[in-house]
């Protein structure tokens, strides 16, 4: 079954889904689910274009490759499903939020409430193989999500991009200068305290969406 994009995301990338690449990403992707467990669940690879609709996009999250064990992903980066264990770069991305705002850390890693608010969770790749990290890496979805990238960089209303780490940080080039582009270190327990801890990048978002003229982001997670 073809995947379906969100309406409101058709005119800035549907002709994508129109393309060679996707048409062989799409056998692809067939093939594997026909043999193989494939994260997340068809109905939900387009979760964050659901969720945050291209006109209200305000800030966006890149992530490089979904979560590969059962029951993590679900089209949201760093985000996972309520009742999973929350994942170490979430865990550190929490420590942050309390640490610059104050809001203490929730009983769950699902980040759906920011994605409702504007903020696009967005993995470079949107499937994997269960429990093969990068195993539908350069298969397609790059390509997809870089055209994502670019429709939202030649959207007239600006927003704030947030690049975390070394392969988030080479989509900077893709990006019109009439947005914010916030280039950190990733959350990843791996790089988090070489200059993610104390970056206080939720105030620092806040702050330039009010300077943009936009609401700020309620960065709150109440317990589920």
Same mark, same amino acid.
């Given at each position: 079954?073809?995947?379906?994009?969100?309406?409101?995301?058709?005119?800035?990338?549907? !002709?994508?889904?129109?393309?060679?690449?996707?048409? $062989?990403?799409?056998?692809?992707?067939?093939?594997?689910? $026909?043999?193989?467990?494939?994260?997340?669940?068809?109905?939900?690879?387009?979760?964050?274009?659901?969720?945050?609709?291209?006109?209200?996009?305000?800030?966006?999250?890149?992530?490089?490759?979904?979560?590969?064990?059962?029951?993590?992903?679900?089209?949201?980066?760093?985000?996972?499903?309520?009742?999973?264990?929350?994942?170490?770069?979430?865990?550190?991305?929490?420590?942050?939020?309390?640490? !610059?705002? %104050?809001?203490?850390?929730?009983?769950?890693?699902?980040?759906?409430?920011?994605?409702?608010? %504007?903020?696009?969770?967005?993995?470079?790749?949107?499937?994997?193989?269960?429990?093969?990290?990068?195993?539908?890496?350069?298969? %397609?979805?790059?390509?997809?999500?870089?055209?994502?990238?670019?429709?939202?960089?030649?959207?007239?209303?600006?927003?704030?991009?947030?690049?975390?780490? %070394?392969?988030?940080?080479?989509?900077?080039?893709?990006?019109?200068?009439?947005?914010?582009?916030?280039?950190?270190?990733?959350?990843?327990?791996?790089?988090?305290?070489?200059?993610?801890?104390?970056?206080?990048?939720?105030?620092?978002?806040?702050?330039?969406?009010?300077?943009?003229?936009?609401?700020?982001? !309620?960065?709150?997670?109440?317990?589920?």
């Amino acid at each position: 079954m073809p995947m379906t994009l969100p309406e409101s995301w058709r005119d800035a990338v549907g !002709d994508e889904l129109e393309k060679p690449y996707f048409a $062989a990403l799409e056998a692809f992707l067939a093939e594997e689910r $026909a043999h193989d467990k494939v994260f997340p669940p068809e109905d939900e690879v387009f979760t964050a274009l659901k969720l945050t609709p291209f006109d209200d996009v305000k800030v966006v999250i890149l992530g490089q490759d979904p979560y590969h064990d059962d029951g993590q992903a679900h089209g949201l980066s760093f985000s996972v499903k309520p009742g999973i264990k929350t994942p170490p770069s979430l865990v550190n991305m929490y420590k942050e939020l309390e640490s !610059d705002l %104050g809001f203490p850390r929730p009983n769950h890693g699902n980040l759906t409430r920011w994605a409702e608010q %504007g903020v696009l969770m967005l993995n470079a790749v949107l499937t994997v193989r269960a429990h093969k990290p990068n195993s539908h890496k350069s298969k %397609g979805w790059e390509k997809f999500t870089t055209a994502v990238i670019k429709a939202l960089s030649h959207r007239e209303k600006p927003m704030i991009f947030v690049l975390w780490g %070394g392969f988030a940080k080479k989509k900077a080039k893709l990006i019109d200068d009439h947005h914010v582009i916030l280039i950190g270190t990733h959350p990843s327990p791996l790089s988090a305290r070489n200059g993610f801890f104390g970056s206080k990048p939720y105030s620092t978002i806040n702050r330039h969406l009010e300077e943009l003229g936009q609401a700020p982001i !309620d960065w709150r997670l109440p317990d589920l």
